[in-house]
């Protein structure tokens, strides 16, 4: 007994042989596949084995392993040895699908891939289980595959057929019903394929025309579908397939094929070939339909039976084969004759020959000669004769050949019937002419050189056989020699000529001749040509030489030949020892011209020379210098001509025209400009002609120039966008464009072309444009301005400019006339009065606070205060206003005041507190009181003065004059406003300009005091050092 561990190691051993080789395997898919009842599944399977190994296979489902008999044991699907057969359980349903997959090479053995699908059809809940395949051969080629896993699932709806086959056949007209059931519970009827003629076949489970289809529920909810149908011959070995309803897995389907019994049927005769030639081979084949099996004999007609066999093969036909042939189709319900089918055996013309209607023996030259071909036998009849004369194919394909005027010594003649199955030839029929010497041939060098060797023989072909005679050129003598042989020596010029040999029998006679010709080398050439000719001429080369043989020219200029140029040029026509050429000169003709003659026997030359004039060409205009505004450029013209250019010329393109501009070869500009852009043409010209260049294009580079569109029409348009575009005019164009306001103009709006402007963003705008050659700014354009604004800007401004300048040239006259009267004590003239005024305000250009300083000579200087009280309105009527706001009634102004020195000390107590920062000494006040200004309608006086000058003189100087420093001045100029126009700024926001009226002044002795509520007050001083000014109390 063994140890109790071998078994194991045997297995272990066993299962790595069977799974682990590396030289063979099995490959099977370990996917689990799960179908339904009654379907079909494939497994796939494919495994490697030398070619020369025979194996047993099998297919196990379930399979284990037998310890005892050691080997796997299970259900055998399929089996293609007896030793282990199939299962019943698998008969029928069962396919073993093999092929070779491919072949590869180890060494001397060859691996065949092979493919072991396993397909199950039909299958049942049964089935499922472990698929494994297992091949068994010479050891150790012994393997098993790992299992596919395979799971069948219940399907109430499979289909089954009763009766699922015909146990005996069917007879025509017979009534036939089966049955198709489903398996289980189903909810609807199985369906029939039904064939509908001219129609694709449908799955129903309804009735039709051809059949009468019935639906019923069987025991336990199984559903059943009849077919009922009258069966006719030609439902023999119909298939008529089931199916579950809607279902399609063609595995499903059932089948049952239809066997009925009839007499022979469609029974037809048919030949393999309709044409059939002498030797071939012919099939005659009979078919026909019918149950049981029939029989075929075949007949030919007026002969009888040939052969029960439905193929007859007739081999190797012959012309007695032509007949009628039928075979009869039999078997036990029936007989029935095919239609007759007719063979005509077709062949070649057989006993073809050649007939003469004459002795053709005595036929001689020029004679006619009629032929014959006659065939014995053919089929079809001979259509095309082809004739052979001396084993030349002839025109003529006709049977009667017609050969006029015979010249040969022996014809041959035979001739050929093609009726296109096959050709039959005749055998050769010779005919012996009689003729005159023909083929005469003259044997020897017929060109020979200067002292060589002449020798010449003459052979002709006659019957019978001729007599020889030479002739040569006269004044030369030969040798007479036999069999028509010439000879001499030795050869010179004189023996070139014509040699001939006569030949002569009794039929006639017929001579040859030759030309000797002496062979010395080339002389006496000559090249005759103009010297000199003008362009596109057509002149003439002729070159002549005497040599022989005939000397071959070459012509060449410079060492090109003349023959290279193009045709179109050139015409050239070679003679014997002469060729002439007409050229059709161009500039490039000009040179050197050589003729070279050349023969066998050596070569000569000579040389002629061409000169060419032509007009100017290859006219080029260039520049030098920058094309550039300002810059420099010059403009050179160059031509080639001969003779050469005599004068140039040159033009511009203007208006579509050239227009002249110098006649020097150089077009010179100082200082470019951009009307100098354009397209400028030289002309060159000499004797022959003249010739313009190409256009040279200038495009002079500058600075953009810029010109801005928009979108505005009207200046109403105050509520759209507008939008401009930043045209610049430039070369090389424009690459950057920049858009500003005027009132940011360091800002750069935009970068692009084109600008929006919003209505919000009024302003003055332009733009600028860069090119490689500068940057350039646009015209400021004006958008969403004020209408008044802009007339005020354009037209009122300068007009007020103007005037002010006026008013000042009036002032500095005026001027120089009040220094002339300032000693004089009276008034001034009326129309001065509006300087002071107009000085004070216009010198500082102060408008808040209009403070006005004067130059005085002394550093003194005093306050002036000046204020009047406004009347309320006197309109009684008129409302009182509930929001009142303070009355712009009060205007200052001050003035810088001219003090003497001795006057300083004088200033009171009070007003040296009022002026504060001022030194500390007295201060004379002169107190104004302008009247009627609210009174615009009240008429002045005429004798109202300007201004008043308020002086006291040298000798004045009283101790009452002191006190009495003080005068009251009364005026009535206020009415009067000169100054309407001149506006002046207060120096708080709400006070309201005052025109100030002119005041008539005047002094007096007594002085008055200076009331508390005059807030106007006016500081003055005399332009002396040695007056002393006295102040006075003015009303006005």
């Given at each position: 007994m063994a140890p109790a561990g071998i078994p194991l190691l045997l297995f272990v051993v066993l299962v790595d042989s069977y799974t682990g080789s590396t030289k063979a395997r099995i490959t099977v898919s370990e996917e689990t596949k799960i179908t339904n009842e009654g379907s079909c599944v494939t497994i796939p399977c494919f495994y490697d084995i030398p070619e020369d190994k025979t194996l047993d296979l099998l297919w196990f489902k379930d399979s284990q392993y037998d310890h005892d008999s050691?080997?796997?044991?299970?259900?055998?699907?399929?089996?293609?040895?007896?030793?282990?057969?199939?299962?019943?359980?698998?008969?029928?349903?069962?396919?073993?699908?093999?092929?070779?997959?491919?072949?590869?090479?180890?060494?001397?053995?060859?691996?065949?891939?092979?493919?072991?699908?396993?397909?199950?059809?039909?299958?049942?809940?049964t089935d499922s289980g472990n698929y494994s395949f297992r091949y068994i051969g010479p050891d150790p080629h012994i393997f098993m595959s790992k299992a596919m896993n395979l799971t069948v699932t219940d399907n109430p709806c499979k289909v089954y057929i009763e009766p699922s086959e015909l146990k005996n056949p069917l007879k025509e007209s017979d009534k036939f019903t089966v049955q198709c059931f489903t398996s289980g519970p189903c909810d609807s009827p199985p369906e029939w394929l039904l064939f509908k003629s001219g129609q694709t076949p449908e799955w129903t489970s309804s009735p039709s025309k051809e059949m009468i289809i019935e639906t019923e529920k069987g025991e336990n909810g199984t559903q059943v579908t009849k077919l009922k149908l009258t069966v006719t011959w030609k439902d023999d070995n119909r298939i008529l397939s089931c199916r579950p309803a809607n279902s399609d897995d063609s595995c499903q389907i059932r089948n049952i094929t239809l066997s009925v019994e009839y007499s022979p049927k469609e029974t037809h005769a048919s030949v393999s070939s309709n044409d059939v030639k002498e030797t071939n081979s012919v099939t005659l084949s009979c078919t026909s339909r019918g149950r049981p099996e029939v029989t075929y004999t075949w007949f030919k007609k007026n002969k009888g039976k040939l052969q029960q066999i439905s193929d007859l093969d007739l081999r190797q036909m012959k012309p007695e084969d032509s007949g009628e042939y039928y075979c009869e189709a039999k078997n036990s319900l029936g007989v029935m004759k095919s239609?007759?089918?007719?063979?005509?055996?077709?062949?070649?013309?057989?006993?073809?020959?050649?007939?003469?209607?004459?002795?053709i023996n005595d036929i001689k030259e020029g004679d006619t000669v009629t032929l014959k071909c006659s065939v014995e036998r053919q089929n079809p009849p001979a259509s095309r004769f082809v004739w052979y004369k001396n084993n030349r194919i002839q025109q003529e394909t006709s049977e009667t050949f017609i050969d006029r005027k015979v010249t040969a010594a022996v014809q041959k003649y035979k001739c050929e019937a093609n009726n296109g199955i096959n050709k039959g030839q005749s055998q050769e029929l010779t005919v012996n002419v009689k003729y005159s010497p023909r083929n005469i041939n003259i044997q020897g060098k017929t060109s020979v050189k200067v002292g060589s060797r002449l020798e010449l023989t003459c052979s002709a072909d006659a019957h019978p056989q001729p007599v020889y005679k030479w002739t040569f050129p006269p004044g030369l003598s030969f040798s007479p020699l036999s069999k028509g042989k010439l000879e001499t020596q030795p050869v010179t010029i004189e023996h070139a000529g014509e040699y001939t040999c006569g030949v002569t029998n009794t039929i006639g006679t017929k001579s040859e001749s030759t030309n000797v010709k002496v062979l010395y080398p080339p002389r006496n050439i000559n090249l005759m040509m103009q010297s000199e000719v003008r362009e596109f001429e057509v002149i003439s080369v002729i070159c002549t030489v005497q040599s022989f043989p005939t000397s071959k020219f070459t012509v060449t200029k410079n060492l090109d030949n003349l023959l290279n140029i193009p045709e179109c040029r050139r015409n050239s026509t070679e003679y014997e020892n002469k060729v002439i050429i007409f050229l059709n000169v161009t500039e490039s003709d000009a040179g050197t011209y050589k003729c070279t003659a050349k023969n066998t026997e050596g070569q000569e030359e000579t040389n002629k020379k061409l000169t060419v004039l032509y007009a100017p060409k290859n006219v080029t205009a260039s520049f030098k210098g920058d094309q550039k505004s300002a810059s420099e450029l010059t403009l050179t013209c160059e031509a080639c001509s001969n003779p050469p250019v005599s004068s140039y010329e040159w033009t511009k393109l203007n208006n579509g025209q050239f227009e002249t501009l110098k006649q020097h070869q150089q077009l010179h500009f100082n200082s470019l400009e951009i009307s100098d852009s354009g397209q400028y043409v030289c002309i060159a010209y000499n004797a022959i002609g003249k010739a313009k260049s190409p256009p040279l294009d200038i495009r002079v580079k500058y600075t953009p120039n810029i010109t801005i569109v928009h979108n505005t029409t009207t200046s109403a348009q105050w509520n759209l966008p507008v939008y401009l575009s930043c045209i610049a005019d430039a070369h090389p164009p424009a690459t950057e464009y920049k858009w500003y306001r005027q009132e940011d103009n360091t800002t750069v709006l935009s970068q692009q072309q084109n600008f929006t402007v919003l209505p919000q963003n009024p302003g003055l705008y332009y733009c600028t444009a860069t090119n490689d050659i500068g940057l350039s700014r646009s015209k400021q354009i004006a958008l969403f301005v004020s209408t008044s604004l802009s007339v005020f800007l354009k037209i009122v401004l300068p007009i007020i400019f103007l005037l002010v300048l006026i008013v000042v040239v009036i002032f500095l006259i005026r001027r120089n006339i009040i220094k002339i009267r300032s000693d004089q004590q009276s008034g001034a003239d009326n129309l001065l009065c509006l300087f002071p005024a107009f000085l004070s305000r216009s010198s500082r250009g102060s408008r808040n606070n209009t403070q006005e300083n004067l130059s005085l000579d002394d550093p003194n200087y005093a306050q002036v205060n000046l204020s009047y009280p406004i009347q309320p309105s006197q309109n009684p009527t008129q409302g009182q206003d509930l929001n009142p706001r303070p009355k712009p009634n009060i205007q200052t102004v001050y003035a810088a005041i001219k003090l003497p020195q001795k006057k300083q000390k004088r200033h009171s107590p009070k007003q040296q507190q009022k002026t504060g920062n001022m030194d500390n000494t007295s201060m004379n006040y002169v107190t104004l009181d302008f009247k009627g200004q609210n009174?615009?309608?009240?008429?002045?006086?005429?004798?109202?003065?300007?201004?008043?000058?308020?002086?006291?003189?040298?000798?004045?100087?009283?101790?009452?004059?002191?006190?009495?420093?003080?005068?009251?001045?009364?005026?009535a100029c206020a009415p009067k406003l000169p100054l309407t126009n001149m506006e002046w700024e207060s120096d708080t926001s709400e006070e309201e300009e005052v025109n100030y009226s002119t005041v008539s002044c005047s002094t007096k002795p007594a002085v008055k005091e200076v009331k508390p509520n005059q807030k106007r007050h006016f500081s003055s001083s005399s332009s002396d050092e040695d007056d002393?000014?006295?102040?006075?109390?003015?009303?006005?």
């Open positions: 050691r080997m796997f044991i299970g259900t055998i699907v399929y089996s293609n040895t007896g030793k282990r057969p199939q299962s019943p359980g698998y008969s029928g349903r069962v396919e073993y699908i093999t092929n070779i997959k491919s072949k590869t090479q180890h060494g001397q053995q060859t691996i065949n891939e092979m493919q072991c699908d396993l397909r199950i059809t039909d299958l049942q809940k239609n007759e089918i007719s063979i005509n055996v077709k062949f070649g013309p057989k006993g073809v020959t050649v007939t003469p209607p004459y002795n009174e615009p309608r009240k008429i002045m006086p005429e004798t109202s003065a300007v201004y008043a000058m308020v002086s006291r003189n040298k000798q004045a100087k009283s101790s009452q004059a002191e006190n009495s420093d003080y005068e009251n001045v009364s005026s002393r000014t006295e102040y006075s109390d003015i009303k006005t």
